[in-house]
């Protein structure tokens, strides 16, 4: 094995992680809980992240009625309340689709809420929801993600802002408050799949998260090639490389199978009536789950030893499991959270530290 494997991503420190997307989840009944109690749950969630020693905690947007996390900064912020070490971030904030300005405002925001823990993940949104609800076109859907991510590195430095493009008003010489205790929000680009993406990630000098839901985890390995040898060409520092996948943990693989596909089953077909994709069969299902690909579901030694292997084939530092599915019970959620953080995380230490 060699260094460079055995120490993921030239030696920047392991760090493990959840996203959610705060999807609805059901009573003892199997009946769909409230927006409201899902939200005051989720605060919940962050709050024993913390408390099982994860270092990341990361809320996506979305805005529909089975995910209703439109304002995760709030929610962040309400976690940040009850927190004391845990970095608190998006997972993701469609750039798109709002104003790079208030973006940085809100986050820096809850920078200061939070005592510098606050982090942000930029992306296109493989959800496009926000698009319309917020009057933009589809068809200019590479224009605004290439305009407002250069926004956002603007105003990443805390500096008065010149910037001018066809997305947004110009600005001049313009202040922006408030300003990070840090001097700079952490920043990094989720990507799911486009090249174009992960060059503009390493041209920016932004950390790479690379968003894998389905199939071989090692076809991601030319992205985290192509963003290291971009930030050589830009002559920029070597920055993190993360992996975001979804997963589920419990006592036994039997156990965690039988817990989470029947709400993976759910999803995905109300996603492919959406998408018009195929619905993914069992079997297909299982081949993700087994060695190599791109769902981690099992108990903390399975899971454990698929993100070691991960992070080490895609030359990856950081880890964050996507947990939860709609419908998946909060009691059930909890066990994942509390599994992933005291069984699965320190195992992950010890195999790539072995």
Do not use: C
């Amino acid at each position: 094995m060699s260094e460079r494997a055995a120490s993921p991503a030239g030696g920047h420190p392991i760090t493990l992680g959840l996203d959610t997307f705060g999807d609805v989840t059901d009573d003892a009944q199997g009946r769909p809980l409230s927006h409201g109690e899902t939200i005051r749950n989720l605060v919940a969630e962050g709050v024993l992240a913390d408390e099982v020693g994860l270092d990341h905690f990361a809320i996506g947007e979305h805005h529909v009625d089975w995910m209703p996390l439109s304002a995760a900064d709030v929610v962040l912020g309400a976690i940040a309340s009850r927190t004391s070490r845990i970095r608190l971030g998006s997972g993701v904030t469609v750039i798109s689709s709002d104003d790079p300005v208030r973006v940085y405002q809100r986050y820096a925001t809850l920078d200061a809420v939070s005592d510098g823990r606050a982090e942000v993940i930029l992306g296109r949104g493989s959800s496009t929801e926000s698009f319309p609800l917020f009057g933009y076109d589809l068809s200019d859907y590479d224009t605004l993600f290439e305009e407002k991510v250069g926004l956002f590195a603007e105003l990443r430095k805390e500096k008065p802002v010149s910037w001018s493009g066809s997305t947004r008003p110009a600005l001049a010489n313009q202040p922006v408050y408030p300003h990070s205790e840090s001097g700079a929000i952490p920043t990094w680009i989720g990507v799911g799949g486009n090249p174009q993406s992960v060059v503009r990630a390493a041209r920016y000098g932004f950390p790479l998260m690379l968003a894998i839901i389905s199939g071989p985890t090692a076809r991601f390995a030319p992205f985290s090639q192509l963003f290291r040898q971009t930030l050589e060409k830009f002559d920029r520092p070597d920055v993190p490389v993360g992996v975001h996948s979804p997963g589920h943990v419990a006592a036994t693989d039997e156990q965690a199978v039988e817990e989470f596909w029947p709400y993976y089953e759910k999803t995905m077909r109300m996603m492919a009536r959406q998408r018009g994709f195929r619905v993914p069969t069992f079997e297909h299902f299982m081949n993700d789950v087994g060695p190599g690909g791109g769902l981690f579901v099992g108990s903390p030694e399975t899971v454990a030893q698929k993100v070691a292997t991960t992070l080490r084939e895609l030359d990856a530092s950081r880890f964050d499991l996507k947990y939860g599915m709609n419908g998946l019970p909060h009691e059930t959620l909890m066990t994942t959270i509390e599994l992933f953080g005291t069984k699965v995380a320190p195992r992950v230490r010890e195999l790539i530290a072995s």
